[in-house]
């Protein structure tokens, strides 16, 4: 009985939702299984994976395959790596203790990468939020402008006399 570790598709239509399980390979996609290692959810960015790695790791030593987006998941999230090193020690290239910080090391590494990636994400999404808000500031802005009433230019007949002087107020009178 060949065993898969592979992808089952739950959630709506257009909202995918994955159960990673290990399954028969004879079964069907969302069909029967035999574990479920995690979960996979492609709709958040960074996409959100929640796995067991030592289970994960147990079924890839008993002879699971795994599909290539399984792969490609596994591999994200270090199940790959534990099983490379987990071979180091069962040759005697390594010991257990050892195995454990460089895939610790390695994990840190991983996790302040993705750390990164999202800290980015979200400076990105701030900065886009402030260039909406100063547009739309100038547009409210340029609205308020074209709706004020325009002050009225009030002519003032004082003021164009008085510039009179007193050699014309004497021609006046003659």
């Known amino acids: 009985m060949p065993v898969k570790i592979?992808?089952?598709r739950h959630g709506k239509k257009g909202k995918p939702f994955y159960w990673i399980v290990a399954a028969d390979s004879r079964s069907k996609r969302d069909g029967k299984y035999l574990d479920k290692l995690g979960t996979y959810n492609p709709n958040t960015n960074p996409a959100t994976i929640n796995l067991d790695v030592d289970g994960a790791v147990q079924w890839l030593e008993n002879g699971a395959q795994p599909t290539d987006t399984a792969r490609a998941i596994l591999g994200y999230k270090g199940v790959m790596m534990k099983k490379h090193?987990?071979?180091?020690v069962k040759k005697g290239?390594?010991?257990e203790e050892q195995m454990e910080e460089k895939f610790n090391a390695w994990m840190e590494e991983k996790e302040g990468k993705i750390a990164a990636k999202a800290s980015g994400l979200s400076k990105?999404?701030?900065k886009k939020?402030?260039?909406?808000l100063a547009a739309e500031k100038a547009v409210n802005e340029a609205r308020i402008a074209a709706n004020a009433p325009e002050p009225e230019a009030v002519?003032?007949?004082?003021?164009?006399?008085?510039?009179?002087?007193?050699a014309d107020a004497?021609?006046?009178e003659e």
């Open 85 to 88: 090193l987990k071979g180091g």
């Open 6 to 8: 592979r992808l089952q």
């Open 155 to 166: 002519e003032e007949p004082a003021a164009e006399e008085a510039p009179a002087t007193d």
């Open 170 to 172: 004497s021609k006046e």
């Open 93 to 95: 290239a390594f010991t």
């Open 124 to 126: 990105e999404e701030e």
């Open 129 to 132: 939020a402030a260039e909406a």
